[in-house]
């Protein structure tokens, strides 16, 4: 025990003597997820709140392109342009500005959409109706009129993300639909109904409704803070696989360790010194991230992070994914020969088993190959760990698979740490 004590103690001088890096390893943290929260919470709220002009050629002045103007006024995103300079917009003029990038998004309705559109349903109706007998002979036939197809074209900004454009073209074509199933409602209507009361009920009979987990009959709705402090401590957890690499190769090198042992101390003695004072390390990163979360965030106008009931298994959490990060830099500082391989291998590496991770991209939206990658990355066992406790209301039992997994990391990088150094001694 006194060995151990004393490995410990040895490890905070060193870390004593690096003042500089000690506050960058808690100081940056901190900055980067203050940062990156205020930029995605910030983001949010401008697609949510500020409306987005759309440069809008309506050729139709017909129902279709009222009912389009209408749609995109009460949608509360979009700002409707129809005019630049007091010129109005014409089609050459609207693709040359939004693929200028002035604009993301131009809508171009054809002319004649509403009539034609009206035709068509006229055409299809009399069709089924004389099907049945039931045609009015009264009424003008267009069945021989032929009508070509209409196009609402869409300008995209080429630097436009993938998941706006679907996002537009979707709520486009639906409301084209809508649009269309009330024209042959009309035309039904037109042609069978007795009177001005209406025959068919076109009030929508399926709609859709989100159903979120409620804890205390309260609902958990996730934010921007939620998915960040996760993420970002592991990520800031995982960052002391750079120091501690650089520090174990410096005791080679410097014959620190050689001395250690000639004591004699067993490696295996130092190795936990080496875990318990970095682990301190890590929890204080946890609970730093999570203070910044509970107590800063509010005064900059984000979401409160809610810890009620939930800090024990959180720091659990925090606990485990820093004894694998801890592991990993070990192994790694065992392995490296000097701190120009150490270093930047540490710190690509981080950055890499971040990204299949989950950290900045969720899992779900990365190709196969890489879902299937980001089950072997301990930063991605922690956040599921996490989101299972701050998301998804879970308690010890779900959390466990995790917690095994990121202690079999641990004691799986050590010993084989701990195993190499001493085939490299006994050579």
């Not at 983001?43 to 009222?66: A, M």
């Not at 604009?103 to 002319?111: F, K, M």
């Not at 080429?158 to 998941?163: D, F, M, R, V």
């Not at 620190?256 to 003695?269: D, F, G, M």
Request: neutral net charge.
């Amino acid at each position: 025990m006194h060995k151990f004590l004393m490995s410990v103690y040895k490890e905070i001088l060193l870390l004593k003597r690096d003042f500089g890096g000690l506050v960058i390893l808690f100081v940056m943290p901190l900055v980067l997820i203050v940062t990156i929260t205020l930029i995605q919470d910030s983001t949010f709220k401008t697609v949510s709140d500020t409306k987005i002009p759309v440069l809008l050629v309506d050729n139709d002045h017909g129902d279709i392109s009222k009912t389009v103007k209408e749609n995109l006024n009460q949608s509360g995103s979009f700002e409707i342009v129809t005019e630049i300079n007091s010129q109005k917009i014409t089609e050459s003029i609207a693709r040359d500005e939004v693929f200028k990038g002035k604009y993301q998004l131009a809508i171009v309705i054809p002319e004649k959409l509403s009539s034609d559109l009206q035709l068509k349903v006229n055409q299809n109706v009399n069709k089924i109706l004389s099907n049945f007998g039931m045609e009015d002979s009264t009424k003008v036939s267009s069945k021989n009129i032929e009508i070509l197809p209409k196009e609402v074209k869409l300008y995209f900004d080429p630097a436009t993300q993938l998941t706006f454009k679907n996002g537009v073209k979707s709520a486009i074509d639906k409301m084209i639909s809508q649009i269309e199933n009330k024209s042959i409602y009309a035309t039904f209507q037109d042609q069978l109904g007795e009177g001005e009361a209406p025959i068919f009920d076109q009030k929508s009979f399926i709609s859709f409704k989100e159903i979120v987990p409620k804890v205390d009959n309260k609902e958990i709705i996730p934010n921007s803070v939620q998915h960040n402090v996760p993420a970002w401590t592991l990520f800031a957890i995982f960052f002391v696989v750079v120091p501690l690499s650089i520090n174990i190769v410096k005791e080679k090198s410097q014959g620190t360790l050689v001395r250690l042992i000639t004591n004699p101390v067993p490696y295996a003695i130092v190795i936990l010194g080496k875990t318990a004072t970095y682990l301190i390390i890590c929890m204080i990163q946890f609970w730093l991230m999570v203070a910044v979360g509970v107590y800063l965030f509010p005064y900059l106008g984000l979401p409160v992070l809610d810890i009620n009931g939930k800090m024990l298994l959180m720091s659990t959490v925090a606990l485990f994914s820093g004894l694998a990060a801890i592991g990993f830099g070990i192994l790694l500082g065992t392995i490296a020969k000097t701190q120009e391989q150490s270093a930047p291998f540490g710190a690509t590496s981080v950055v890499i088993l971040a990204a299949i991770g989950g950290v900045w991209v969720p899992v779900f939206a990365m190709p196969k190959i890489m879902q299937y990658a980001s089950h072997i990355s301990p930063m991605n066992w922690g956040l599921n760990a996490f989101y299972d406790v701050l998301l998804r209301n879970g308690g010890f039992v779900e959390i466990l698979p995790e917690i095994f997994l990121l202690l079999l990391f641990f004691i799986i990088a050590t010993t084989i740490a701990i195993g190499y150094d001493k085939k490299k001694r006994a050579v």
